[in-house]
């Protein structure tokens, strides 16, 4: 079994973008990659398993449907989503925002994207 590959060449994009947003300065846009890299390997990791992703933006809940099909989740991971998540709609918008995008904060969400890129990559290597 392996993820499908237009999902994870999307997700690949996000991620390097995301990479190069955090090093030009450009820390909301860091953040929403960040957040869209995630979400397209939970998404893929859906695929893979079962055919069909669902329909949310939500890591967290993206999460409760791989525990649900029976993985193990780990709890930092849920920490990583929760934090992650609001950057798909916080981030695009214009106006008051209950944070600050700094580098600080960039670094964080690409961190936790990268966790859980690893984690669904050590499980897909599991079921191959």
Not at 53 to 69: A, G, M, N, R, Y
């Given at each position: 079994m392996e993820l499908p590959r237009e999902w994870i060449e999307k997700a690949e994009v996000f991620l390097k973008d995301s990479l190069r947003h955090l090093r030009e300065g450009v820390y909301w846009l860091a953040c929403f990659d960040a957040q869209?890299?995630?979400?397209?390997?939970?998404?893929?990791?859906?695929?893979?398993?079962?055919?069909?992703?669902?329909?949310?933006?939500?890591?967290?809940?993206?999460?409760?449907?791989?525990?649900?099909?029976?993985?193990?989740?780990?709890?930092?991971?849920?920490t990583y989503a929760d934090a992650l998540t609001p950057h798909y709609t916080m981030a695009r918008y214009p106006g008051r925002k209950p944070l600050k995008y700094n580098r600080e904060l960039a670094k964080r969400c690409l961190k936790y994207a990268k966790e859980i890129i690893k984690w669904v990559k050590k499980e897909v290597s599991k079921k191959s």
């Open positions: 869209q890299a995630a979400e397209l390997y939970l998404k893929a990791f859906h695929v893979m398993l079962t055919g069909v992703h669902p329909f949310s933006h939500d890591l967290v809940e993206l999460l409760d449907f791989l525990k649900d099909i029976g993985l193990k989740v780990p709890k930092k991971l849920y």
